[in-house]
T-cell receptor, first 112, second 110 residues
Framework: DGGITQSPKYLFRKEGQNVTLSCEQNLNHDAMYWYRQDPGQGLRLIYYSQIVNDFQKGDIAEGYSVSREKKESFPLTVTSAQKNPTAFYLC???????????FGDGTRLSIL | GQQVMQIPQYQHVQEGEDFTTYCNSSTTLSNIQWYKQRPGGHPVFLIQLVKSGEVKKQKRLTFQFGEAKKNSSLHITATQTTDVGTYFCAGPNSGYALNFGKGTSLLVTP
């Protein structure tokens, strides 16, 4: 989706290392979301934010952290506390909560 | 908490056959949304249904929202190889986000 940019496309993490996934949107959307996708598991919500400087934990927030200092940006940090980080991470945004979401191309994270 | 279940998990059809995926929620939904994810890609929004008993069509795709607003279906008539992918339904949860079903993966062989 041209309105949401995720980087990098591929990322490798070493044991004990924190890594940050970038998500930027130019759609002027208030709400932003982070999902984790594992094969056969669908999309599981990690964190979401309805407005700048505010965010809430989703279903699987342990081992992750986020910030929302700007409307356009919602970076996700995968901390060393996340013992099984290998997955496909998707960022999304929407005009408002519960409204249709636009997704970025995703970041594939693997452990070295 | 609110859960969204989808069946079947996988479906393999011959090109030209019809396909249907079903979505059921444990609670009444204010709306239901459908997304499609092509292999290696990201989910793309297809449609949102809001009204009880609503039926919407997009070319060969027909979407229905149940009378009780707890279930929905997506029907594809005469599948094509371009229909390959995983179809997800999603409904608002008690907070301010969406609960996605696990999806139905459709494989179409020519």
């Amino acid at each position: 989706d041209g309105g949401i940019t995720q980087s990098p496309k591929y990322l490798f993490r070493k044991e004990g290392q924190n890594v940050t996934l970038s998500c930027e949107q130019n759609l002027n959307h208030d709400a932003m979301y982070w999902y984790r996708q594992d094969p056969g598991q669908g999309l599981r919500l990690i964190y979401y934010s309805q407005i700048v400087n505010d965010f809430q934990k989703g279903d699987i927030a342990e081992g992750y952290s986020v910030s929302r200092e700007k409307k356009e940006s919602f970076p996700l940090t995968v901390t060393s506390a996340q013992k099984n980080p290998t997955a496909f991470y998707l960022c999304a945004s929407g005009q408002a909560s519960n409204q249709p979401q636009h997704f970025g191309d995703g970041t594939r994270l693997s452990i070295l | 908490g609110q859960q969204v279940m989808q069946i079947p998990q996988y479906q393999h059809v011959q090109e030209g056959e019809d396909f249907t995926t079903y979505c059921n929620s444990s609670t009444t939904l204010s709306n239901i949304q459908w997304y499609k994810q092509r292999p290696g890609g990201h989910p793309v929004f297809l449609i949102q249904l809001v009204k009880s008993g609503e039926v919407k069509k997009q070319k060969r795709l027909t979407f229905q929202f149940g009378e009780a607003k707890k279930n929905s279906s997506l029907h594809i008539t005469a599948t094509q190889t371009t229909d390959v992918g995983t179809y997800f339904c999603a409904g608002p949860n008690s907070g301010y986000a969406l609960n996605f079903g696990k999806g139905t993966s459709l494989l179409v062989t020519p």
